[in-house]
């Protein structure tokens, strides 16, 4: 997107840490932090790394926020936005973010 896009890019979607209760935050973001969230996700999922619903066909576990060091490699300036209430850490608190790359050349 970055490379064929003239000024911006804007991407929203999920952010797994976010969602559900306290208590599965605090779990996943520990999963995540100790770099067991692939693993966990696979044993999780059956062997596999993906999932399946009839709504949104396959997927994979994503949060938007761990690109965030390689859209600024791309030299983006980035803006973030949550797209549902949130508290002061959208990491922790928000399930769905959105970002705003603007290239700066």
Aim: one cysteine or more.
């Amino acid at each position: 997107m970055s490379r064929v896009a003239r000024k911006a890019i804007f991407i929203s979607d999920a952010n797994f840490v976010g969602m559900g209760s306290l208590c599965r935050r605090i779990v996943t973001h520990s999963i995540t932090a100790l770099g067991l969230w692939r693993p966990f996700q696979y044993v999780k999922n059956g062997f596999k790394t993906w999932k399946f619903n009839q709504g949104d066909g396959v997927w994979y576990s994503y949060s938007l926020l761990n690109d965030v060091d390689f859209l600024r490699s791309l030299g983006l300036e980035l803006f973030l936005f949550t797209t549902k209430p949130t508290g002061r850490n959208p990491y922790w608190t928000c399930s769905h973010v959105a970002i705003l790359g603007m290239k700066m050349t």
